[in-house]
């Protein structure tokens, strides 16, 4: 078996990043049997930033090919600035806004149109204390092979000779096993105001 190689995002990649982030979509595991669009969560948390933010954005090949990704971005407020003017635009010609339906009965794939038109903001607490951030996905192949610290690391190498000192992550609720991941990597979880969305775990690493 060949060892594990970490290497700079290339956009031969990112059908591979789109696959990966569908695998994974569902609390961790395979979403594909919930979308009949395979890109949607990828539109969102992974191929903007491959696009966008390359420096930041490496993957992880085994024998078979590209098999876990991380990608972030330094600055969060200033990010979600620049996704409004470079990425939201063509995506919101490209997918209905379904906030004329109830959303009750939004599909899987409107849940994800309706957060293109509207993108989630993190609390501006966490955004002022920790203003980078990433995320970091997985093939189930590769789960407790070690490559998400290896990952991390190279990740948080590169982030800091760009002069990033202070992170955040949101994981799922639902999504015990990446929150564990998380704590490992030295992140927090942050305590915030109760008005604060309870869907999402913030945690934070300075």
Known sequence: MRALK??????VDLEAVYAISLATGHNGGDAS???????????????????????????????????????????????????????WPQLRREYDDP??????????DQRRAFAIHHPEQ????????????LHL??????????AGVLLFSEWVARASRLGIKAMHVGVNRANGRAARFWSKMGFEQLQLADDCPSGTIWMGRS
């Open 33 to 87: 049997h919930l979308y009949q669009d395979g890109k949607l969560i990828g539109h969102i948390y992974s191929a903007p930033y491959a696009a966008l933010e390359a420096r930041l954005a490496l993957v992880v090949e085994d024998d078979v090919g590209v098999a876990g990704f991380v990608v972030g971005t330094s600055d969060t407020e200033r990010w979600h600035d620049r996704l409004e003017a470079e990425w």
């Open 6 to 11: 970490i290497r700079q995002f290339r956009s």
């Open 137 to 146: 996905n997985l093939s189930s192949r590769l789960q407790g092979r070690g």
């Open 99 to 108: 906030s004329t339906i109830p959303s009750a009965q939004w599909s899987a």
């Open 122 to 133: 993190p609390p501006k607490q966490v955004v002022e204390a920790f203003p980078a951030h």
